[in-house]
């Protein structure tokens, strides 16, 4: 069977569970990361030299870390022409969005969800918070704008091009901050929460 | 013609012009970005909300976000070559291009900004410092990788190695700084180094 590691609370581990249960992936996950420690541990570190979640084992042995690799990965092999659309422009605009996540709202993400979410109150940074919070309501106005024009992401139908930003999209509506209305993002984050995978995996607590 | 608008010396665009060398696909370039501005103006931005090179267009479809536009080509112009067939084969080299993204890219930056974009007397030695010895740690991951396989994708080029490929040229284009003796990740790069289209768009000089 598909071993998961990692804990459940990373967003990236979030992907790939998501994207299992997308699918109807059987895995078995175990915790490690954050509270769990165990990634810096010479056995994962040899698994995954960065020492972070999520890393994949399959049956056959083989590992695989980076979390939008890893979804694209289970998407194509279970799931094309679905998930992984097999138009290649529309993949590619699938692909853009998730590349996009990884260079250009996890920066900001990081500094708001960080701040307010994993650092006591005493000790936050008012400052880092209120810029990463303008900075993500900018990127989350990109994604209004395309997805005035498309129900999701690449296009008419849900693909893996919706899932890092779908978990970015609940932070974003879930962390105690200020928001713009944006009715598109709004939108598509509510087609997204009629999903039982993203219902399970994403619209958790935030830790 | 396929259209790809990015001034040369971006990293992001070297992607494009050295994956389109490898396949012999024939493009138009136009300059766009720092001095020749154009992401500013509302057609650019039309497309690419990002105001950032590369954009790509192709016989009217318009991509952004650089590894996923070598993906997409590579798809269309070099299966079984730049993009491996095999899933597994495929993903570990996709996986390099995303580290590229998640990992090595913030590293790297405040380096190459420091000591290629700014004047002498307006450097900061400490951040420089910080990023080299940061970058050196994440060259010593794929140094390490490098000791098992002869590229980032397994035993042949591919798309794995082309983000990271840039970035191997822009550290030892670096002048007199400190670099740690990582014999692994030299014969990689030593054999970027015979590949035409490498030679032609990436060994050009730090600009």
Redesign the interface.
């Known amino acids: 069977m598909l071993k998961i590691l990692g804990r459940k609370t990373s967003s990236n581990v979030q992907k790939v569970l998501w994207v299992a249960d997308e699918i109807g992936l059987k895995y078995e996950r175990t915790d490690i990361g954050g509270p769990f420690g165990g990634n810096d541990k010479p056995d994962y570190l040899k698994l995954n ?2 020492g972070k979640v999520p890393t994949i084992i399959e049956d056959d042995g ?1 590992v ?3 979390s ?3 979804t ?2 289970l998407a ?2 279970h799931a094309p022409g679905t998930l992984y659309p097999n138009d ?2 529309q ?3 699938a ?2 969005w ?3 996540q ?3 709202v ?2 900001q993400m990081v500094m708001v969800f960080r701040g307010l979410v994993r650092t006591p109150p005493e000790k936050r940074d008012p400052k880092t918070i209120a810029a990463g919070r303008d900075g993500l309501s900018k990127l989350m106005a ?1 994604m209004d ?2 997805l005035a024009d498309n129900a999701y992401m690449a296009g008419p139908q849900f693909t893996v091009g919706d899932i890092p930003l779908g978990i970015a999209a609940w932070r974003w509506y879930a962390m105690p901050i200020e928001r713009e209305d944006y009715p598109n993002l709004k939108r598509w984050s509510d087609a997204l929460a009629k999903r039982k995978p993203y219902q399970t995996h994403i619209m958790q607590p935030l830790e | 013609m396929l259209k790809i608008i990015g001034r040369k010396t971006s990293s992001n665009v070297q992607k494009v012009l050295w994956a389109c060398a490898e396949m012999g696909v024939k493009f138009e370039r136009q300059d766009a970005g720092m001095q020749f501005g154009v992401t500013n103006t509302p057609e650019y931005i039309a497309m690419n909300p990002n105001k950032l090179v590369p954009t790509i267009i192709d016989d009217g479809f318009v991509l952004w976000e650089s590894n996923s536009i070598v993906r997409y080509l590579a798809q269309k112009h070099g299966m079984g070559t730049l993009c491996p067939t095999d899933l597994k084969v495929r993903a570990s080299a996709e996986r390099w291009m995303d580290w590229q993204l998640s990992t090595m890219g913030s590293a790297f930056s405040p380096m190459f900004h420091g000591l290629v974009r700014t004047p002498p007397d307006k450097r900061d030695p400490q951040a420089i410092e910080k990023s080299r010895a940061n970058a050196e740690t994440k060259f010593e991951i794929m140094d390490s990788y490098l000791g098992k396989t002869k590229f980032l994708g397994g035993d042949l080029f591919s798309f794995g190695d082309i983000p990271l490929g840039i970035y191997a040229y822009r550290w030892y284009a670096f002048e007199g700084i400190k670099r740690k003796d990582l014999k692994n990740l030299k014969r990689w790069y030593d054999d970027l180094c015979k590949r035409p289209g490498f030679k032609e768009h990436v060994m050009i000089g730090l600009g």
């Open positions: 030299p960065n083989w695989m870390w980076e939008n690799a890893i694209r990965y194509a092999r290649l422009r993949r590619a605009s692909e853009r998730m590349d996009w990884s260079n250009t996890s920066p990109i704008r395309h």
